[in-house]
């Protein structure tokens, strides 16, 4: 395979040009079209990639992103999300207030278009590393981290704090730390 066969996605292209890559509001990502196979030339015209559409569980109410990563099933499993329900009803919230979105569909999407999609002011990884949600710094578990102008919270998955007493405790005082309770 050569240079000009090279074929990138769209999260890795916003990674190399994320000044040359403009959200027009309309969930339209514009790309420099591909080089032709036997020229070097560009046509000079853009090519659109629209992103997805959006699965998510929640109204999102309290711009608030849960990022889950579940290979069976859309959202999370019934037990992770009673558990998840119960936690925010702790912090008086519901899932009115949040969005859901398993990362296992999006997997080559990058996380500034999550948080643009979805206007996050507050993001819990819940299993998904900072790092592999594509976020330039990596901060361990239950360190609130501020970052631009998101609040994120990294965590072990939903159903390794369910069982441990002691992960529950260290997740509580970090939300307490986040919504002031």
């Avoid at 710094?137 to 072990?156: D, E, R």
């Amino acid at each position: 395979m050569g240079l000009n066969d090279l074929q990138l996605s769209p999260s890795i292209l916003s990674r190399l040009y994320p000044s040359s890559l403009i959200n027009s509001g309309n969930m339209e990502v514009t790309r420099p079209a591909r080089l032709e196979k036997a020229s070097t030339k560009t046509t000079g015209e853009s090519e659109k990639v629209t992103l997805p559409e959006w699965k998510f569980l929640g109204n999102n109410q309290q711009n608030i992103l849960v990022v889950v990563d579940y290979k069976n099933a859309v959202h999370l499993p019934d037990e992770e999300l009673n558990f998840l329900t119960s936690m925010l009803a702790a912090c008086k919230l519901s899932l009115g207030d949040v969005a859901i979105v398993n990362r296992n569909n999006y997997k080559d999407i990058f996380y500034k278009d999550l948080l643009t999609h979805f206007q996050s002011k507050i993001v819990f990884l819940f299993g998904v590393e900072p790092v592999a949600f594509g976020l330039p710094v990596s901060f361990p578990y239950f360190q609130v981290q501020l970052l631009a102008t998101s609040t994120f919270l990294y965590t072990p998955a939903l159903e390794e704090r369910r069982t441990d007493p002691l992960l529950k405790s260290k997740l509580w005082v970090s939300l307490r730390s986040i919504f002031g309770i």
